[in-house]
């Protein structure tokens, strides 16, 4: 069993940054892929980001390449989401995921356990 614990939103304006962090509690934390996922108003929940635990691959969807980081710290047992040059499109609840193996990490469904978000508003 795995909780997690987002923290880190807020407002910012366009092309700040903010950094998302997301607490596990638990076993074996270093033994999950972590992924982030985000839903905005009236829109799907979608993929932003993800990484391995083995070997620490990392994936992005297209739109955030470039100016998100995501990262882990297994002795911490906390993965982050840097996010650079904000834009109003990122504005979402954001999401921390956790699953012992995701066969696709670009898949919600793969993953097992879930924060509860943290609101990330982009202003003009």
């Known amino acids: 069993q795995v909780q997690l614990a987002e923290s880190g939103g807020g407002l910012v304006q366009a092309g700040g940054s903010l950094r998302l962090s997301c607490a596990a509690s638990g076993r074996a934390f270093g033994n999950y892929d972590m992924g982030w996922f985000r839903r905005a108003p009236g829109k799907e929940r979608e993929f932003v980001a993800a990484i391995r635990w083995i070997g620490g691959r990392t994936l992005y969807v297209d739109s955030v390449k470039g100016r998100f980081t995501i990262s882990r710290d297994n002795a911490k047992n906390t993965v982050y989401l840097q996010m650079n040059s904000l834009k109003l499109e990122d504005t979402a609840v954001y999401y921390c995921?956790?699953?012992?193996?995701?066969?696709?990490?670009?898949?919600?469904?793969?993953?097992?356990?879930w924060g509860q978000g943290t609101q990330v508003t982009v202003s003009s």
């Open positions: 995921a956790a699953a012992p193996f995701a066969s696709r990490p670009t898949d919600w469904a793969d993953y097992d356990y």
